[in-house]
């Protein structure tokens, strides 16, 4: 059964730094693009950081760049979202998507990450 899980969300203060996981399954999901979106309350799904899972290549949005960093773990279908100097605007629900070559896109459930003042 394909399935996309995020972990590693929670409560950090202004300032502080959190590293989010993502596991695809099958391995097939995770063998062209995986990337990061969030949602605010009361606003869209937004993207935040896309990489290429074999050559690494790596697009991210202007509001997070130089601060969040995304990276990937090929051989255990893997990819990371390190994110520093967090602000409290980057209080969001985190998902991770995978997009595989064939097929359709994939969606996990969210990880809830919120920054306190």
């Known amino acids: 059964q394909e399935q996309v899980v995020e972990s590693g969300g929670g409560l950090v203060e202004a300032g502080g730094s959190l590293r989010l996981s993502c596991v695809a399954s099958?391995?097939?999901?995770?063998?062209?693009?995986m990337a990061w979106f969030r949602q605010a309350p009361g606003k869209e799904r937004e993207f935040v950081a896309r990489?290429?899972?074999?050559?690494?290549?790596?697009n991210y949005a202007d509001s997070v760049k130089g601060r969040f960093t995304i990276d990937k773990d090929s051989a255990e279908n893997t990819v990371f979202l390190d994110m520093k100097t967090l602000k409290p605007g980057d209080t969001a629900i985190y998902y991770c998507?995978?997009?595989?070559?064939?097929?359709?896109?994939?969606w996990g459930q969210g990880t809830q990450v919120t920054v306190s003042s």
């Open positions: 099958p391995r097939s999901l995770s063998l062209h693009d």
């Open positions: 990489i290429n899972m074999i050559s690494g290549s790596t």
């Open positions: 998507n995978a997009k595989p070559l064939f097929g359709r896109e994939y």
